[in-house]
DNA sequence: TCCTTGTGTGAACAGCGTTCTCGAATGTGA
DNA sequence: TCACATTCGAGAACGCTGTTCACACAAGGA
């Protein structure tokens, strides 16, 4: 048993010396550059070796890919995690702030995910959940402002006139196509009972559910964009960019 | 001079038919796949011939980077261009249809203009201009709004109630950042003033420049995502939601 | 006609991912 | 403790890659 147990960890500890080095080398070469040769170099050990621990390339930068998951959402929840419960929009703008400072922090890892994929990749499972991480935790946030919100108007009528009136335009102009999307409405809300059933989105229109997806793909693509140079001449202001473009998606998604 | 047009011309033919056989071997195995000497063996040429014509490998996949930009470019204005002029929105929906057609019919040319840079890669001057076509095409259509929209309001007060009111909120919302990205939106509206000097855009609003980024964005957002795999399991309709997209980004954009 | 220039070839080099074989080390059951 | 099985690392090898170089040949201009 205790012998298992030390093979066993010798090998856990080498996979990850050898993911470790292979992450440094992501840093500096990027994807495309990484090379098994040159990780097995940095380790002082044969090329053939690191196949006994990683049946390919692919494989390899499989597992960076869910180091990477791992690190956004993580970096991600953090943030939200730092900021005052009450706050929603406060925490709806630490979680894109928060994406797009991991995101310039390590550009390699996020092109890894976000950019093209890579041909032997078929995301596991395992992937989807971690994959799905940031995006929840917009929907949670979207989720509460429902509940406060439902709260609030059932306990006295006293809500914000501008605001309500906004979250009505906004309502009515999205739920405009939302007949064709009926059913990924379902399934985006079956899928957050399933994924998340702590929250209490009993009620939650449909079009709230697709905001959340609309500001993650937004989110995404901001900084994507940034990354990858295609707002060259075109946004100075990221920073400034990305609140405004939190404050809007906020706004869709009923986060007020 | 006619001598010389011969060599010139039989060097533009070669040049021509070795892009075409990499786009051939691009389409198949993508651009981490494309290698030189399949090209050339595709060619029945020696591999060392193709480096009389390019210096580098990357600087193959340059040439096929201003390709793909072309071609999606040439497919949303061709598909702009068939729209009666007078239906703006009709316009603006056949762009977000026309890019998403041609990203799923040229996958990895997508990908090579979207997805992760390739690490050689800096953008060329003259990429610059064909990079923005599309957003520029978007651009005129919110141009041709304004004007449209500033002389019906000017000849007859009766416009759209719900539309005005609509207009106005979207502007309210989106202006509330504004002061931080003034920089951004007077250098958008220089840019579009030297890009297109065709268009009358005197006296829009900023924040319509900014939408206008903000749309195209989104849609190439969208359609990488759905191309790369992020939407499986979220969005099954792609295509009703990139429709929803398109008419909530031509609203803010003021394409009513 | 000569000479420069452009073009294609084939060999070569270094590097890559991957496979295979072969000792050596390690863990396991008697 | 001994024999067996399993795991591990090393090293050589294969076929592929991008790229360079020297050389032969054709074309264009003087």
């Known amino acids: 048993m205790e012998n298992e147990g030390v093979r066993a960890r010798a090998r856990r500890e080498l996979v990850q010396r050898i993911t470790d080095a292979a992450r ?3 840093a500096q070469v990027g994807a495309a550059g990484l090379s098994v040769r040159a990780v097995t170099r940095e380790l002082g050990m044969a090329p053939s070796a690191v196949y006994r621990y990683f049946p390919s390339r692919d494989a390899l930068l499989t ?3 869910v180091d990477a998951f791992q690190g956004l959402a993580d970096a991600a929840s953090a943030a939200e995690a730092a900021v005052d419960r009450g706050d929603l929009t406060g925490r709806w703008h630490a979680v894109f702030r ?3 400072a991991w995101g ?3 550009p390699h890892e996020f092109a890894l995910i976000y950019g093209s994929p890579v041909p032997g990749y078929v995301a596991p ?3 989807a ?3 799905s991480r940031v995006s929840l935790l917009l929907a949670q946030i979207a989720c509460e402002s429902w509940a406060v919100q439902q709260g609030a108007t059932s306990a006295a009528g006293a809500t914000d006139g501008h605001r309500a009136d906004l979250a009505a335009v906004f309502a009515a102009e999205t739920t405009q196509h939302a007949g064709d999307l009926e059913g990924d409405i379902r399934r985006l809300q079956g899928y957050l009972a399933v994924a998340r059933p702590d929250l209490a989105l009993d009620g939650m229109p449909g079009d709230r559910a697709l905001a959340v997806v609309d500001a993650w793909t937004e ?3 901001c900084v994507t964009f940034e990354l990858f140079g295609h707002y060259r001449r075109v946004i100075d202001a990221r920073a400034e960019h990305l609140t405004a473009v939190a404050h809007r998606t906020a706004a869709r998604a009923g986060v007020l």
Request: proline content about 0%; glycine content about 4%.
């Open 129 to 131: 959940e971690l994959a």
């Open 125 to 127: 499972e395992e992937t």
């Open 219 to 221: 989110l995404i693509g």
């Open 63 to 65: 597992a960076l890919i």
């Open 104 to 106: 310039l922090a390590h």
């Open 98 to 100: 928060a994406v797009r």
């Open 24 to 26: 440094e080398q992501l």
